[in-house]
Structure formats: C-alpha cells, structure tokens
C-alpha cells in the first residue's frame, strides 16, 4: 500500500481495526508495525462516527465526479470522497437543549460491610484436626442464634397485644371550695373544684401513690362527660372529655367553677378496652355466663360449649347441632361454624358506661370526699417494659459483632499461614516443577496485564481473517487518517 498525501498534517495512524474489536496480535512486516504505531481512542471513533457513516454510504453509491475533494486510494479500487467538516455552531438562545438537565440526589448510604464467613475451609481443617471442636462451636452458636430470633419474634408478638390481668381501679370523687362565706364586694368570687381521680389497688388496698409502672387514669377511659345543673350554668352546663383529642395521659380530671349553690354533678365515664369488648345480650349471656367481653373469647367460648355438649356434627364436622338455649341465640337447629361470627354480631352491643352521681357540697370540710368506686380493668403485665429494654438493648449485640469481627481476622490470619505453607511446601517437593509452574503462571498473568491475552496471532495469518465484514472499514479509517509524506510512520510501505 502507499501512503496518501491527501490526508490532513499531524493526525495519527488508525490501527488497521473496527471500534469495539479486541486488539489483534501482531502480523508479518509493515502491517504488524501499524497495529504496534498507536492505540485507537474510543472516543475519537464516537466523534468521527457520523463522517465515516457517510463515507462508507457514498463508498457503497459510487464516486461523484464533481466533487473537487476526490482522492483515489492506489491499489484499493475504490473512490473515497472526504467531507469537510462544519465547525459547531452555538445553538440559539431559546432553543431546547437536548441534554438531560442533572438532578442532585443524596448519596447512597454507604452499607455495612457484611462479614466473610466464619467457618473453615476443608484444607485448613485437614491440617489443623483441633479445628473440630471449632465447628462444634459454631453449630452450637447457629442453634442459639436460631433460638434466640425465635424468642424475639414472640416477644415483638406479644408486645403486639400485651397480657394484661384483671385489677381493681379505685376512682375517688370529690369536691373543694372557696370564699363561700364572703360578705364584702371586694373579696374573691366564690368557688368550688370537682377532682376526679383513681389508683389502681395492691393486693385490695390502696397504695397512696400511684405505681410509674401502671397506665395513667385517664388511660383507663374512652370518654368522660360531666352534667352540671343547666339553670345554674346555663352557658356550659357539659363538660366533654375524649381520649382521642388530648392523647396525653392524665393522672386524675379537674372541673372549676364560680358558685354559691349546692347541686347535684352527674359524670359518665366510658371505658377504654384493647382490644375492644361487648356486652352480650341476655339470650347469649344465659348461654356463655359472660357479660362484658372480647369477640375472639365469645367465639372461643362457643366452641368449648359445643364440645362440652358434643353437638358437633359427626358427619360433617364444619357443622354443630344447636340445643334449645342456642336455637334461642340463633334461631337455626344446624349452624356452620365459619358463620358463628357473622351470627353473633347482632348480639353484641357497645359496654355500658359507669353512671356516677356527685352532691357538690359547699360547707363543712373541705375537700368533701362524698364516696369511691370500685372497677374492674385490664392492666398490662409489669414485664412489657423489661422486654422493651430486652429488645432495644444494642450494647450486647456491639459486643458481638465485635467478637465476629476478631474471629474474622483470626480466620484470615490462617488461611494466609495455610497459602506460604501450601507455597513452601510445593517448592520443597519439586523445586523445578514448581519454579516452572510458577513461570508460567507469571507469564499468563503478565500477558493478561498487558492487554495480549486475547491475541491470537495463528488466526490472524491466514486470508479467511481479512475476509472479515469489518476489515473494509477499517482499511478506509486507516488510510484516512494516515500521515502526509515526509511524516510517515517508520516500517510502513
């Protein structure tokens, strides 16, 4: 081939292949020098990408004549037209542009670095034989930590719904006043504060001050209603009271207000079950024995009163025989048991709530403290808080991390002591043989740093290489970009 005086000063030989090809090993005379003048840059292919498109399409239509920057390529037979290139031009100003507008986004948190695993190879273990007892160990710590995920499940379970028991809440009703014998005009109004408050009960008595470990009392209460004397207080005369307005629990409630009068304060108070309860109705109470209670125990108790009777169906067992006092709940002779649900909605009602009735006295002692009530409530067990700190405890688990993390290093430590003596070992054996497998080993990883392990320079000797759909562009590529004379790469021809 000889060189091409038409192509521009200063610009660098083309390595005779298509972007995108793995790099061919060196050839016989000036060609394999040409592939050894430069490397391609990827990024002056993606430049020049649309001009060559271009090139090869005119290449494919044949020359135009007119053209006065027409340049024959000796011995290729084939016309190339090189296209001048227009400088970029500066977009207007009011035009879109067509790259994406960047959008700053947070960086990733950087993750945990996770750690290897803690068991042994096969190869360490045939060495060291007391590596036995450190996988007994560590099939033990599978099993606890097994066990332990158990154990904590349940209790986020039962965090979930905790147990409570039944306990006894004193609630306490009382009323204080104020300047009810003033004669002057200048001395303070008259007064009078209703208290309402409770404590839950120790063993049946009174503990005087609350225990920090049970709910506050108003937690106790969905909503609580005071009635004063309407002629008196016509402006207010109901004082309104709901949890889930003011969800900050409160130790007792207190009413103050100006009056002189003596009356008659009606409070209502609703109590606040999780879960939920019923009353039942008197049909369904005459059956269970319950009068207030949770749907899942309604439905529980059902069942233990169908087996307790055996009315259960012994050719279909999804089905039960109901006796007098249930045909009075249900109304059927023959229920399905996936429908007693459905079935006992229409006895269920809403809890009653506790009607009180307080005198506000405004002589005599003060407070007057006219009665106490005693109510049942669930209280939840005192241990709900030390599984909480259980679970949010952080120091052991740090403290076991920190224990992984020296086994691992431990670990790495012996596998680099098994590699020098595996090392060691094989050159005592067979110190040729080693030193050659070395060699070799050396040399592969050599080639593959330098980018020649891909090569093969057998292929590449034989015609059916250059045959090759791409090898004709790149022919075109290569003598475009080739040096004026005078310039010429050494070894071309």
């Known amino acids: 081939m000889s060189g091409n005086n038409n192509n521009p000063q200063g ?8 972007p995108g090809m793995p790099p061919s090993a060196p050839g016989p005379g000036g060609f394999a020098q040409s592939h050894l003048a430069t490397n391609f840059q990827f990024s002056q292919a993606q430049a020049m990408a649309q001009a060559h498109s271009k090139v090869h399409a005119q290449i494919q239509a044949g020359p135009d004549p007119s053209s006065p920057s027409m340049t024959t390529t000796p011995g290729s037979g084939l016309n190339v037209k090189r296209l001048q290139q227009k400088p970029p031009m500066r977009p207007p100003y009011n035009s879109i542009s067509p790259m994406r507008t960047m959008e700053l986004t947070p960086a990733p948190r950087k993750k945990k670095q996770k750690l290897p695993e803690k068991s042994l190879q096969e190869r360490v273990a045939a060495i060291l034989p007391e590596s036995a007892l450190y996988t007994q160990l560590l ?14 499940v349940d209790i986020q379970e039962a965090l979930k719904n905790p147990p409570c028991v039944q306990k006894t809440l004193r609630i306490y009703v009382f009323n204080s006043f104020a300047n009810q014998n003033n004669a002057n005009a200048d001395d303070p109004p008259p007064t009078w504060t209703l208290k309402i408050v409770g404590r839950i009960l120790e063993d049946g008595v009174d503990p005087q001050n609350a225990n920090p470990l049970h709910p506050k009392f108003s937690s106790f209460f969905k909503k609580v209603q005071v009635s004063l004397d309407q002629r008196l207080y016509p402006e207010n005369p109901l004082i309104t009271w709901e949890n889930s307005r003011s969800p900050a629990p409160q130790e007792g409630f207190e009413i103050k207000r100006k009056g002189d009068q003596e009356f008659a304060a009606t409070i209502r108070l609703e109590m606040n079950y999780v879960p939920e309860k019923f009353k039942l109705s008197t049909a369904l109470m005459d059956v269970l024995g319950i009068e207030v209670e949770t749907r899942p125990r309604i439905i529980a108790a059902i069942w233990h009163y169908v087996k307790a009777r055996k009315l259960q169906n012994p050719n279909d067992p ?14 059927e002779q023959k229920l399905k048991f996936a429908v007693v649900s459905q079935k006992i909605s229409q006895h269920l009602s809403p809890p009653p709530p506790i009607q009180l009735e307080h005198k506000i006295k405004l002589s005599g002692n003060s407070p007057a403290v006219s009665a106490c009530y005693d109510v049942l409530v ?3 067990v005192a241990i709900q808080r030390d599984l909480n700190n259980l679970l949010a405890n952080v120091e052991k688990s740090k403290e076991i991390e920190a224990c992984d993390e020296a086994i691992c290093r431990a670990k790495r430590k012996i596998n680099e002591h098994r590699r020098r003596r595996a090392f060691f070992l094989g050159f005592s054996q067979s110190p040729v043989e080693f030193v050659n497998a070395l060699m ?4 592969k990883d050599l080639k593959v740093v330098a980018g020649e392990a891909s090569r093969n320079a057998e292929r590449e000797r034989g015609s059916e290489f250059f045959n090759q759909p791409w090898v004709e562009d790149s022919v075109i590529r290569y003598l475009n970009r080739r040096p004026a004379a005078g310039n010429e790469v050494p070894g071309s021809c």
Do not use: H, I, T
């Open 11 to 18: 610009s660098a030989p083309l390595p005779f292949r298509s």
């Open 139 to 152: 099939e033990f710590e599978a099993r606890v930590d097994a066990a332990l995920s158990r154990k904590k």
């Open 318 to 331: 999804s089905y039960f025989n109901c006796d007098a006092a249930l045909q009075k709940v249900f109304g």
């Open 378 to 380: 669930d209280v939840p």
């Open 440 to 443: 070799e080993s050396q040399s």
